[in-house]
């Protein structure tokens, strides 16, 4: 890519994200699309997490979006949905809502950004019709052993007939301690799965959704959390053998849940998806293809067009970011360097020190070249930070980039304060 020239296009194209108001553009450009996938290049960016949430306000208010679904939990998550519909029996405050958000690393959404978007999104669902309240849902496949615990405890509490197949499932898991691990090594390389017991179980209890036909959304949560037990028995299983296969399981997971709920919304019903760049960015634009894996972004607009599908990356070029320097460590606040010479976040910096958004035009030959892009995990080490790039094909991979040129670290929730 001539770099020189790049520049030049961007400062021809880019609008300036001094305010909300800015964020039109995307909106317009956005146009019928009923599935947005706004982006991160980090879990841990204040900035990240306050523009989708602007970006998020305006697709609810003047779109009529319907949910969003987030790279979190379902049972932690819908805990904070059943606070932002005000259901009976929920927390008394968004910040007691975030309570369940108590696995590693908690930060992603025990933080300040998302306790001031759950106190709007509560206020704005409150004069709202039960069926026109926004809600918020986790569709990752991480909880295992959380989603079992919550089938199980509403099946008992509701006395329904597919309690006895709830058991009958969960106790294949039991000699495992709750731990992924030790299941996964079983049923690799032991053939110990308990697949069939899940998916039975799956089965079963969205037929009862089905023949329920009720407005309540705690057999929603069933399925949901069905479909979390099946797809992380595959995950956990294809995890200890290596290779792509657990990304892909997790992220056709991601696609499945994300339909799931869309479904359960209506025919018109809109989504709103929050997740790193590397799960919404079209992975045919990366090196990502060549390895194999597949990414929600790709799923989607191969399944529904690209019409219907927009997404937004971001991306900064210096700045802070909370993370962490080893698996289940101590969040810490960390320094982002600036960005790599000729990475797309260089040239973004270096058409203006200042916030910035890309819309693409696809037959732009300048965006249509491999060039690095940042992309920071919940591990970070600042001083690989080369590693940290992925060859992308920008305007193949998004639709739209926002650009932070100093972003700051996001701000986590105290601990004991979520514990109360």
Same mark, same amino acid.
């Given at each position: 890519?001539?770099?020189?020239?790049?520049?030049?296009?961007?400062?021809e194209s880019m609008i300036r994200l001094d305010g909300a108001d800015d964020l039109e553009a995307v909106v317009q450009a956005i146009g019928d699309a009923d599935f947005v996938l706004l982006g991160e290049a980090s879990h841990g960016t204040s900035e990240f997490y306050t523009w989708r949430a602007e970006l998020s306000k305006k697709l609810i208010t003047e779109k009529g979006f319907s949910f969003i679904a987030v790279e979190g939990d379902w049972p932690s998550c819908y805990t904070l949905n059943r606070y932002l519909k005000q259901y009976a029996g929920t927390a008394p405050n968004a910040r007691e809502a975030l309570r369940d958000f108590n696995r590693w690393p908690t930060w992603m959404w025990a933080n300040e950004e998302i306790l001031q978007f759950s106190q709007w999104? @509560? &206020?704005? *669902?409150?004069?709202?019709?039960?069926?026109?309240?926004?809600?918020f849902y986790g569709i990752d496949v991480y909880s295992l052993w959380e989603s079992m615990d919550e089938i199980l405890r509403h099946l008992e509490k509701t006395g329904s007939p597919e309690?006895?197949?709830?058991?009958?499932?969960?106790?294949?898991?039991?000699? @495992? &301690?709750? *731990?992924?691990q030790n299941y996964g090594v079983s049923a690799a390389f032991l053939s110990e799965s308990c697949e069939e017991e899940v998916v039975k179980l799956l089965a079963d209890l969205r037929v009862a959704r089905k023949r329920s036909g009720s407005d309540d959304e705690a057999s929603l949560s069933d399925e949901l959390n069905a479909l979390v037990a099946v797809n992380a028995?595959?995950?956990?299983?294809?995890?200890?053998?290596?290779?792509?296969?657990?990304?892909?399981?997790?992220?056709?997971?991601?696609?499945?849940?994300?339909?799931?709920?869309?479904?359960s919304h209506g025919q018109a019903a809109k989504a709103i998806v929050w997740e790193h760049n590397t799960h919404i960015g079209d992975a045919r634009a990366t090196d990502m293809k060549a390895d194999g894996m597949i990414n929600v972004g790709q799923l989607v607009r191969e399944k529904y067009?690209?019409?219907?599908?927009?997404?937004?990356?971001?991306?900064?070029?210096?700045?802070t970011v909370t993370a962490s320097d080893r698996w289940g460590g101590e969040a810490k606040?960390?320094?982002?360097p600036e960005a790599q010479p000729d990475s797309w976040e260089d040239l973004m910096h270096r058409a203006g020190a200042f916030d910035k958004i890309m819309l693409f035009d696809r037959k732009e030959s300048l965006f249509v070249e491999p060039v690095g892009h940042r992309a920071i995990g919940v591990v970070y080490n600042p001083r690989h930070e080369r590693g940290?790039?992925?060859?992308?094909?920008?305007?193949?991979?998004?639709?739209?980039?926002?650009?932070?040129?100093?972003?700051?670290a996001l701000s986590p929730l105290k601990q004991e304060v979520l514990h109360v």
């Open positions: 890519m001539n770099s020189e020239k790049a520049v030049g296009k961007i400062r999104l @509560y &206020d704005y *669902n409150k004069p709202q019709s039960v069926m026109s309240k926004v809600g309690l006895d197949t709830a058991h009958k499932a969960f106790a294949c898991f039991d000699p @495992y &301690d709750r *731990n992924p028995e595959r995950y956990y299983r294809s995890m200890v053998r290596g290779g792509t296969d657990s990304w892909n399981v997790r992220d056709r997971h991601m696609v499945e849940a994300l339909e799931r709920i869309k479904a067009g690209e019409d219907r599908v927009y997404a937004v990356g971001f991306g900064t070029h210096r700045g606040t960390m320094q982002v940290n790039y992925v060859p992308s094909v920008i305007a193949q991979r998004y639709d739209a980039f926002i650009y932070i040129d100093e972003s700051h």
